[in-house]
């Protein structure tokens, strides 16, 4: 165990927890931020994408000792303009259907946006494809992107 | 434009999912050993050392089951806990309750079980060689099939096998039991059927129904996989909650629950087509063979849906469908999207492709020339009338909007000059019936309240997993009662508020839980419009109002004959209240007028057909096996659509998912029974680069069902089955390299390796002297 200092949606947390626990645990459990989901715990379906230095990461497979002095978020964190122009625009594009796998998607996209404000069709698919969705929400979730880059994206 | 209820909270984090509850700190984490051999005795048991493991508050065996050892949902032939003998892999052998699910997997190091294996029956080759039914054979048949062959100018026969499926649910099997005064316990569940998660934790537990309380806000994915499955985990759950007099929460691993769960159920099917020059099928013989696994779960109604469904659309004057399951060492294998209905209709399809290659005709004029028509011709084989046919609508438009003539010709042309590249297309049917093939199953209650500030709360037996569900039923009550959508909640199912509920299964979620309410409303809206008219009468001089002349709309009361009489829905329900009022009430519904003999394979299962179309094309490159899907264009009939945007959704959903099933989803096991791809590397479900680039959907507008809920239709399951357009359009691909001249070898999935070797074999008959 050890005191950890991260800090997540720009407000800073202490964590006495073992430095190699998966930051997923951390920020759902210790710290109880329950966006982030649980799908795999290997890193190959996306549900616990979050953000660390703005990257997407999958908090599953990172260990929260590499998360220190970054910032982190998750979905929680995008809720404010112009982040939230993701959400409006899957609400819009009616993308959810169980919502189990949205958390994860809205961060990949959000960090796609933030890289690069219009990325083209094979882009889009290039950074979305470690996101499952069983639902096959696919189409509609290319259609949210494409409705925040014509709305002059999220910066 | 209406949203699914919960999307909101899905895309802001706020949703709650059985793992985001918020739990006492006393919570205990359940951990489940299951059995790693298909077929063996079990000879020693020794946790002595995991037990004394700090952290560790309970170890269970079979033994400590206080009610009966049994989990099967129909045929009680599946344990709860194994015994002396486990008959597959994954079936729990211990179940470990600890402080953390790492103590538990320390404990888990501590525990030698001693096996001595025994010969396993692992294919449903063997389990054929070796007869080893499951259940006597099932049979329908119609005509003289033998006379039927001997008119036939031509006969084609072919044995196919179609593959397992996981159906990858994003969120693992999870529950979560809170113990209650006595033997009280509740359960939340994530399971497509509270009632029986709630029978069988009753009974392993050895108390009464009354006792057990199942609740399910939300599932996070299910496709069939939590019908049966997840009483299995709320059972365990439940047994270490019981024993531990804690909460326990069981949430499987990926790798875990991949590995204990059931698949879609494998088939090996043998059939027979006889047919004329037309291509007209004059008979038609098929065998459907599924692998069951170790015991029967559902399997005998999966058989029996995949017979009802042997003809697909199309009407074949003689016919014989024989269906066995077999019994094999694999995990029992449970319901998937469809539920049998796929795996037969890959067959006639397979068969209907064939004759058009035979024919070299096109195979959309084959299955045009054999749809089911409209005055005559329109019987199944097991004697349903098939009514309101939409097979012709929806073809002529597909045809047109797709522009398959056109298409055609340019792939022909694209195929004369590319070598390596070759793109193919087809076109493919679905009629699926829609109802529980098990008639007293299409039941189903709700519970109605409205308070005195005039907002609903409405409860009914259906579980929303991702399917929209509650949607629907927000919309059902907003037109019935007149109100806003915002004004009324539906609230999480729960076997205390809705009794002995049917699965949310079987497409049929909003039939009958939209119809329950829809009962449940009228009952209240009978006692309020009575009231209505006597507060009219006190205000207004003049004839009386009539009780069946009261609307309710926008969220007003009024009289259709003399508009000028009305009243706020919210004072009405305050003035009733006031008036001693009952604001509540029940609702129940049964599907009408259907039944099916078992024995003679005949009557009316359905209670109506829903129907959908798809074109789809796809470029193949012949030198690896690669393909995508170009463009697909679906037409699909769901009636008068309660909500366009979820019933679109479902479409697609479904195609998609019935994409990975007929391409990439290919499950394979060692010769010892074990899964090789239980993890989501080596199993391949669609990803966003797998949909059609170009991809239209619609649905057929028009045309209201009859008898239904609004006139709409069943969405779930149908369009998983568009995606044999996909299939038959990469067998088109690789037809092509021999000039279609040659019947291209295929399974499915057709993964890259089956269309490689499907080619290579193609080029070796072009070289062979004719
Ligand atoms: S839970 Fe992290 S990638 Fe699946
Ligand atoms: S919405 Fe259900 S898994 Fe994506």
């Known amino acids: 165990m050890a005191i950890l200092n991260l800090s997540i949606n720009k407000k800073k947390y202490s964590v006495d927890v073992d430095p190699s626990t998966p930051l997923l645990w951390v920020i759902r459990d210790t710290i109880g931020l329950k966006g982030t989901k649980f799908g795999c715990g290997e890193g190959f379906c996306g549900c616990c994408t979050v953000h660390i230095n703005g990257e997407a990461a999958f908090s599953c497979s990172t260990a929260v000792k590499d998360a220190v002095n970054k910032e982190i978020t998750t979905l929680e964190g995008m809720q404010e303009k112009p982040l939230r122009k993701i959400i409006d625009a899957w609400l819009e594009q009616e993308v959810s259907q169980c919502g189990y796998c949205q958390p994860g998607q809205i961060m990949s996209a959000a960090s796609l946006l933030l890289k690069n404000p219009k990325p083209t069709d094979d882009q889009i698919e290039t950074a979305m494809t470690g996101n499952l969705c069983r639902c096959g929400t696919y189409t509609r979730i290319k259609k949210a992107i494409h409705k925040v880059i014509a709305e002059g994206g999220i910066k | ?770």
Request: hydrophobic content about 35%; some cysteine.
């Open chain 2, 1 to 770: 434009m209406q949203e699914h209820e919960s999307a909101i909270l899905h895309c802001t984090g706020e949703a709650v999912f059985i793992n985001d509850m918020p739990v006492s700190e006393n919570l205990l984490i359940g951990h489940v050993i299951y059995s790693k051999h298909a077929h063996a005795k079990i000879l020693e048991i020794d946790f002595s050392d995991a037990v004394k493991l700090k952290g560790v508050h309970s170890i269970l065996s079979y033994k400590e089951i206080p009610g009966i050892n049994q989990m099967g949902p129909i045929i009680h032939d599946e344990l709860c806990m194994v015994e002396n003998e486990v008959t597959s892999i994954g079936q729990a052998i211990l179940l470990i309750a600890a402080d953390s699910k790492e103590i538990a997997i320390e404990a888990e190091k501590l525990i030698e079980i001693k096996y001595e294996p025994l010969e396993a029956i692992l294919s449903i080759e063997s389990a054929i060689e070796k007869y080893n039914l499951l259940a006597p054979k099932r049979k329908i048949e119609r005509g003289n099939l033998q006379k039927g062959f001997e008119d036939s100018a031509h006969i084609i026969e072919g044995t196919l096998k179609t593959g397992a499926q996981e159906h990858w649910y994003l969120e693992t099997q999870i529950c979560l039991c809170i113990p209650g005064e006595g033997n009280e316990i509740k359960a939340y569940s994530s399971t497509q059927h509270p009632s029986e998660t709630q029978a069988i934790i009753a009974e392993v537990l050895g108390i009464s129904s009354k006792d057990v309380e199942v609740e399910v806000k939300r599932i996070g994915g299910a496709f069939g996989g939590k019908e049966t499955e997840a009483n299995h985990i709320a059972a365990w759950c439940a047994l270490l909650c019981n024993a531990t007099k804690r909460p326990v929460k069981i949430h499987l691993f990926r790798d875990d629950d991949q590995i204990i769960t059931g698949k879609r159920h494998r088939f090996l099917s043998k059939y027979k087509v006889g047919f004329n020059d037309e291509g007209i099928i004059n008979a038609y013989s098929v065998e459907l063979n599924s692998d069951a696994g170790s015991a029967t779960d559902l399997s005998m109604a999966i058989l029996e849906r995949a017979m009802l469904h042997a003809d697909n659309s199309y009407f074949i004057p003689n016919i014989k469908i024989i269906g066995r399951a077999y019994k094999t060492n694999m995990p029992s294998n449970v319901a998937m999207r469809g539920f049998g209905g796929p795996q037969a209709i890959a067959v006639i399809e397979t068969a209907i492709d064939k004759i058009a290659r035979y024919l070299k005709m096109d195979s959309a004029e084959i299955r045009y020339k054999n749809f089911y028509k409209i005055e005559n011709n329109n019987i199944s084989p097991y004697g349903q009338c098939i009514e309101n046919n939409r097979l012709f609508i929806l073809f002529d438009k597909l045809i047109k909007s797709s522009d398959y003539i056109k298409r055609r010709e340019e792939i022909n042309e694209f195929n004369k000059s590319n070598e390596f590249y070759k793109k193919g297309m087809a076109i493919t049917p679905v009629k699926f019936g829609i109802s529980f093939t098990t008639s007293f199953l299409n039941q189903a209650g709700a519970l109605v309240n409205i308070y005195k500030d005039g907002t609903v709360l409405v409860n009914h037996g259906g579980t929303e997993m991702g399917q929209g569900l509650n949607t629907k039923i927000l919309k059902i009550t907003s037109k019935e009662l007149g109100i806003k959508l915002v004004k009324i909640k539906v609230n999480a199912t729960n076997t205390s508020k809705i009794p002995n509920t049917s699965a949310t299964a079987a497409s049929s979620g909003s039939d009958l839980n939209g119809m329950a309410v829809k009962n449940a409303i009228e009952t209240i809206k009978s006692r309020l419009s009575e009231f209505v008219v006597d507060e009219f009468r006190k205000k207004y001089e003049g004839i009386c109002s009539k009780k069946h002349n009261i609307k309710f709309e926008n969220n007003f009361v009024y009289d259709i004959k003399i508009p000028e009489r009305k009243i706020s829905f919210n004072e009405l329900i305050s003035n009733a209240y006031l008036n001693q009022i009952s604001l509540s009430s029940t609702g129940y519904y049964k599907t009408p007028n259907i039944g099916f003999d078992r024995e003679k394979g005949q009557g009316k299962p359905f209670h109506y057909f829903a129907y959908g179309m798809a074109v789809s094309e796809v470029i193949v490159d012949t030198l690896t096996g690669y393909n995508k899907i170009l463009r697909t264009d679906i037409l699909h009939d769901a009636g008068d659509t309660l909500n366009k945007g979820i019933d679109k959704g479902q479409v697609i959903g479904g195609f998609i998912q019935g994409t990975g099933w007929v391409t990439t989803e290919d499950i394979k096991w060692d010769s010892d029974g074990h899964l090789l791809n239980h993890s989501p590397d080596t199993y391949k479900i669609p990803t966003i680069q797998d949909i059609p680039e170009d991809f239209r959907i619609e649905l057929l507008e028009g045309y209201p069902n009859e008898n239904t809920i609004r006139k709409s239709k069943a969405v779930g399951e149908p369009p998983l089955m568009l995606a044999f357009s996909v299939w038959l359009a990469i067998k088109d691909a690789i037809s092509a390299v021999g000039n279609h001249e040659f019947e291209p070898d295929f399974s499915l999935p057709a993964t890259n390796e089956v269309i490689l070797l499907s080619i290579e074999k193609i080029r070796k008959l072009q070289k062979e002297p004719a």
